[in-house]
């Protein structure tokens, strides 16, 4: 606003100024010809400025000398005005301006600085982007006093951080938003099932994606079998490992002592033994429920010997696995078998118990049915031939229960979506047809996810964009420790008024310090003085404003967040709610499907 009503001075004083100089210009001229009658009439000697112009055409070769000579007053009385108004401030106050940015030169971002960062466009022709993620919104005052709310958008590869903690508003402010509005692929974590709700509806009907529910505790879900998700071949075994390890260690805190790392490894040689002797051979189908039977009946002789035959257990079965030639896991299959059967009867079953624990939650019949066969295929989210948008549902009882099983489908989706990059003339392409949003709500809750912190740094570069939303920065460090990498591998922080100190102090100092200039003293003891503060103390972090509502419903006052983009002052924003946007009703109110697309 301040750079709007800058300029429009500015403009005004060149024009004036222009005027100045004509006039001068002409009345030099006349001046010249003691105002001859010849010049046309006049008022006590003073002719319109304009006149100047008529008599340099009419006149120029007959008297180029008096035109030159008005001309040269024209120039000196614009350059003085010039000089005055705009060299000689910057010349007695320039010391004074640096001086103002002593302690520190932070200040929230302007419209232009907005613009900059790529989250406006640059003016009403720009087409807006089909892939953009709302991170916010932004209120425009005018100088005349009008008021107007922008939605700020980012379209760019770079990932997003959100900190909000519980019922701020993100959800009906930025993660509904972006999904009425982003029209490429998406995986989005729906805690309640909400999101599902409220935006399959359009992106199904209007933004053409094909909507897949997968909601592993109801009966109305489509089906994912995450051992499909095993790239057979040379990749083979370390698939088998990590989803192994995200058996056993549900929470991400790692490996802590002997029975985990057994049981780890014992997981590992199942699914490798299920995805070929199992499948290959006796027409069974390798999942994770089927892990579960295996070793229920590991002891009992129910497992034919790949040699003579016979029934055996399934150490043996394993072992006599060795003789399959071309087979990459065949080594690692019966090393496992060895070393299990090779332990204390009473050792083995700790292991095995510790094995069948971490399964326990493929016990539910309805978990089973799900994921024992697969609808889709995970690159088939960005390489169908329409988008696809894969809602994970987790309904808040069973949303603990069902972590390990979310990670198993994060963890998936990542590493598959990220293996392969095409190169043209020297430059690096994701082998993608669309791009994907993945969208982790409440991230951490899902305990420490090595991938994604890993990732966040490459997976851009093959079409992911990572939208990742936290309660605070205690939540965050708690699970990913002190020293994490996921808030330095995001572009944008989104920042909702924070319920810890630890948050907000992170966040003022992060936002920067400014100087406050004073006058102090009186009459000619007068002095200025320079004072820094930041620019947002830790207790005004935490008062942003709350949305505020009239009698009638409308809003009076949306409430405020700080958007913090990489290289750009940070933006005060405003929280832009769908529920009273025209633009998102009645897109938001579109029917969900009854029954998920299947792939």
Request: one cysteine or more; aromatic letters at 10%.
């Amino acid at each position: 606003m301040k750079e709007e009503r800058r300029q429009i001075v500015w403009d005004s004083l060149a024009v004036f100024y222009v005027i100045v100089g004509l006039q001068v210009a002409t009345q030099i001229f006349a001046w010249v010809f003691q105002y001859h009658p010849s010049l046309g009439p006049n008022i006590n000697g003073f002719y319109p400025f304009w006149k100047i112009t008529g008599w340099y055409i009419d006149w120029f070769f007959v008297y180029p000398r008096e035109l030159q000579l008005s001309i040269l007053g024209l120039g000196a009385v614009v350059f003085v005005l010039f000089f005055f108004t705009f060299e000689l401030p910057k010349i007695a106050f320039g010391k004074k301006e640096k001086e103002s940015d002593l302690y520190g030169s932070s200040r929230f971002a302007e419209k232009k600085d907005i613009v900059r960062a790529k989250l406006l466009p640059k003016n009403k022709k720009e087409k807006l982007k089909s892939d953009a993620v709302i991170v916010g919104g932004w209120i425009e005052k005018h100088w005349w006093g009008k008021k107007t709310f922008h939605l700020l958008r980012h379209s760019g590869p770079e990932h997003i951080l959100m900190m909000a903690p519980t019922r701020s508003g993100k959800g009906v402010s930025v993660v509904i938003p972006t999904l009425l509005s982003w029209k490429e692929s998406l995986v989005v974590t729906d805690l309640k099932g909400e999101l599902w709700a409220c935006t399959s509806g359009w992106r199904r009907n209007y933004a053409k994606n094909k909507v897949l529910k997968f909601e592993p505790a109801s009966d109305n879900s489509v089906h994912w079998n995450p051992l499909d998700s095993i790239r057979m071949g040379p990749k083979e075994i370390g698939d088998a490992q990590n989803i192994a390890q995200l058996i056993i260690d549900p929470d991400g805190e790692g490996l802590k002592d002997h029975w985990m790392k057994t049981a780890n490894s014992l997981i590992t040689g199942i699914i490798l033994y299920l995805l070929h002797e199992e499948k290959d051979f006796n027409n069974g189908v390798a999942t994770l429920p089927r892990i579960l039977t295996t070793l229920s009946q590991a002891e009992q002789e129910k497992f034919t010997h790949r040699v003579d035959g016979t029934k055996c257990t399934l150490w043996d079965a394993m072992m006599s696995y060795e003789g399959m030639k071309g087979n990459v896991s065949a080594q690692a299959i019966f090393e496992t078998a060895s070393d299990i059967s090779a332990t204390p009867p009473e050792e083995r079953g700790s292991i095995i118990s510790t094995a069948k624990t971490a399964l326990t939650l493929y016990r539910d019949p309805i978990v089973a049915q799900n994921i024992s066969s697969s609808d889709f295929k995970v690159k088939d989210l960005m390489n169908s031939e329409d988008p696809v948008s894969l809602y994970v549902i987790t309904q808040p009882n069973d949303k603990d229960r069902l972590r390990p099983l979310v990670r198993v489908i994060i963890n998936g989706i990542t590493r598959l979506l990220a293996d392969k990059m095409v190169y043209r003339e020297g430059r690096a392409f994701g082998d993608y047809k669309h791009r994907m949003l993945l969208m982790l709500d409440e991230f951490p809750s899902l305990g420490r996810l090595p991938i994604i912190e890993e990732s966040l740094a490459y997976v851009a570069g093959y079409g992911i964009k990572c939208c990742l939303i936290c309660q605070d920065m205690t939540q965050l460090r708690k699970t990913y420790g002190q020293q994490e990498s996921i808030s330095a591998n995001c572009h944008i922080h989104i920042v909702f008024a924070p319920n810890t100190t630890d948050t907000a102090e992170y966040i003022s100092k992060r936002i920067g310090r400014t100087t406050i200039v004073k006058q102090e003293g009186e009459g000619s003891h007068q002095h200025t003085q320079y004072y820094s503060r930041d620019l947002l103390t830790p207790d005004e972090v935490t008062r942003l404003k709350q949305v505020n509502f009239k009698s009638n419903g409308k809003v009076d006052e949306y409430g405020e967040i700080i958007v913090m983009v990489a290289g750009c002052s940070p933006i005060k924003g405003n929280q832009p709610l769908y529920y009273v946007d025209q633009y998102f009703i009645p897109r938001a109110r579109i029917p969900s499907p009854e029954v998920s697309d299947r792939l």
